[in-house]
C-alpha cells in the first residue's frame, strides 16, 4: 500500500504562509549579507485590544463584555486562524478562551464574576513569534436604581416644598427619594409639629429621612460626644421617623477616620438599618469607604461635575455598589443640564447611584446663594427623568 503524505491542517497553511511573509520582510537565514540579527524579530507581531475602546473601561459584574482583538505581522494583518489565547483573574471567564482570527480580527467574550480591577492578557505564541496584550477593566457591583437625594433644607408647613416632596414620592413610586431633614443645622431643643407633619406625609408616600449632623470635619471643633448627642436629640425627639443619618462636612484625608468609625460604629449599634450618608463632597480615601453606607463624592457645580470621575486616582469606588455613592449638583440651570446630570450619573464610568440636581446657584468665590432652600423648577421633570431611567426608557422631553 503506497504511503500518502498526512493532511495539512488550516492553521498550519496560515502559519506557513506567514513564515514565508516574514521571510520576505527580510528574515532569509545567514546566505550572504545576512546573519541571525537579521531574521524577524517577534516584534514583527503586534496583538492589540480594540474593543471595548480605551474609555469603555467599566463594566458590570456577570455582564458579557465582548472583546475584539487586531493582530498584525509587520503592520499587515495577520493570517485566518490565527489563535490569541485570553487570560485574567480567577473570576474571568472567556468564551471562547481562545480566538481564532479572521481578517487580523479576533473575537471573545468576557464574564466576571467578582468586583474590582480586572487584568487582561491576550497571548499569540507560534511561528508568528510570541506578541502580547494586556487591558486593565473594572467591574463594578449591579447596579441599584438610581435614587434622588434631596438636601430638604427649607421649612415645613401646608403647601411648603416638603409637600411636594410627599406628592412626589408618592407618584413616582419607582424614583426613590430621600430627604435629608435638617432643622436649624440640626441643633434644635424640642419637636417641630410641622417638622413631624411633614416628615410622616412624605414617608407615608414611600420617602425616606436623614438627619443632618455636621461634623467640622473631625478637626476637634465638635467631638464625638458632641455629635452623639446631635443623633440622640433626632431619635429621641422625632423616634422611627429617621432612617438613617447624613455626616455633613467630612473629612476626606484619611486623618480622621478613627472619628468617623467611632460615630458609624456608635449609629449602628443603635440600629443597625439606620443608613449613614458622609460628605466629603469629593472623593476621598478608599478607606472611607468602611465608615458609611455611602458617599457624596461630588457637591458642586454642573459644569464641574461635567468633567469630574474616578479615574484615575479613586477606582475604588468600582468595588461598591452604586448606591455607595452620590452626587449633589447645583447651578444645573436648565432640565435638559439636570436630564445630563441625571445621565452621568447612571453611566458605569460614575457608578453613582444617589443623586440631585437644581437650577438653584451658589458661588464658591463669594460665598452667596443658597442652592438647598427650595426645590428646583423642574422638580416635576426630575421625578419623571429618574421614574423612565429606572424603566429603562428613554427620558422624557423637557
Known amino acids: 500500500m503506497p504511503l500518502r503524505n498526512p493532511p495539512v491542517s488550516p492553521l498550519a497553511v496560515s502559519l506557513f504562509s506567514l513564515a514565508a511573509l516574514l521571510s520576505g520582510c527580510g528574515g532569509g537565514g545567514t546566505g550572504q549579507g545576512g546573519d541571525a540579527a537579521s531574521a524577524p524579530a517577534a516584534s514583527k507581531a503586534e496583538v492589540v485590544f480594540t474593543a471595548p475602546g480605551a474609555?469603555?473601561?467599566?463594566?458590570?459584574?456577570?455582564?458579557?463584555?465582548?472583546?475584539?482583538?487586531?493582530?498584525s505581522v509587520a503592520g499587515v494583518a495577520a493570517p485566518n486562524g490565527t489563535a490569541i489565547t485570553l487570560s485574567g483573574t480567577a473570576s474571568a471567564s472567556f468564551a471562547p478562551v481562545q480566538a481564532l482570527t479572521s481578517g487580523g480580527l479576533a473575537q471573545s467574550s468576557l464574564s466576571a464574576s467578582q468586583a474590582g480591577a480586572l487584568q487582561l492578557q491576550a497571548l499569540t505564541s507560534s511561528a508568528l513569534?510570541?506578541?502580547s496584550a494586556t487591558r486593565t477593566l473594572y467591574i463594578r457591583p449591579q447596579p441599584q436604581p438610581l435614587e434622588l437625594l434631596v438636601p430638604a433644607y427649607f421649612s415645613p408647613g401646608p403647601g411648603s416644598d416638603w409637600d411636594k416632596l410627599a406628592s412626589g414620592a408618592q407618584a413616582y413610586p419607582a424614583a426613590p427619594i430621600t430627604a435629608i431633614l435638617n432643622p436649624n443645622n440640626g441643633i434644635f431643643t424640642k419637636e417641630d409639629?410641622?417638622?413631624?407633619?411633614?416628615?410622616?406625609?412624605?414617608?407615608?408616600?414611600?420617602?425616606?429621612?436623614?438627619?443632618?449632623?455636621?461634623?467640622?470635619?473631625?478637626?476637634?471643633?465638635r467631638s464625638v460626644a458632641d455629635v452623639q448627642r446631635n443623633i440622640d436629640n433626632y431619635r429621641k425627639t422625632y423616634g422611627a421617623q429617621i432612617d438613617g443619618i447624613f455626616l455633613d462636612e467630612m473629612d476626606a484625608t484619611g486623618k480622621q477616620l478613627a472619628f468617623y468609625r467611632e460615630i458609624y460604629?456608635?449609629?449602628?449599634?443603635?440600629?443597625s438599618r439606620l443608613r449613614v450618608v458622609g460628605n466629603p463632597g469629593t472623593y476621598p480615601v478608599a478607606d472611607s469607604a468602611g465608615?458609611?453606607?455611602?458617599l457624596v463624592s461630588f457637591e458642586g457645580q454642573a459644569t464641574a461635575y461635567a468633567g469630574t470621575t474616578p479615574q484615575p486616582a479613586n477606582t475604588w469606588v468600582y468595588n461598591r455598589a452604586n448606591g455607595a455613592q452620590a452626587a449633589l449638583v447645583h447651578d444645573a440651570t436648565s432640565c435638559g443640564a439636570m436630564q445630563q446630570v441625571l445621565r452621568s450619573a447612571n453611566t458605569p464610568l460614575r457608578n453613582t447611584g444617589l443623586v440631585y440636581a437644581t437650577d438653584r446657584h451658589y458661588d464658591y468665590a463669594t460665598d452667596t446663594g443658597n442652592p438647598w432652600a427650595t426645590l428646583p423648577s423642574y422638580w416635576e421633570q426630575m421625578l419623571a427623568a429618574v421614574d423612565a431611567a429606572n424603566k429603562g426608557r428613554a427620558?422624557?422631553?423637557?
Open 265 to 271: 460604629q456608635y449609629i449602628k449599634g443603635l440600629d
Open 395 to 398: 427620558l422624557p422631553g423637557c
Open 193 to 221: 409639629p410641622l417638622v413631624t407633619a411633614a416628615i410622616t406625609a412624605f414617608r407615608q408616600g414611600g420617602g425616606k429621612v436623614l438627619a443632618y449632623v455636621y461634623t467640622r470635619y473631625g478637626n476637634g471643633a
Open 129 to 131: 513569534g510570541n506578541a
Open 291 to 294: 465608615v458609611a453606607d455611602a
Open 55 to 71: 474609555s469603555d473601561n467599566v463594566h458590570t459584574v456577570n455582564t458579557p463584555v465582548p472583546l475584539q482583538l487586531s493582530v
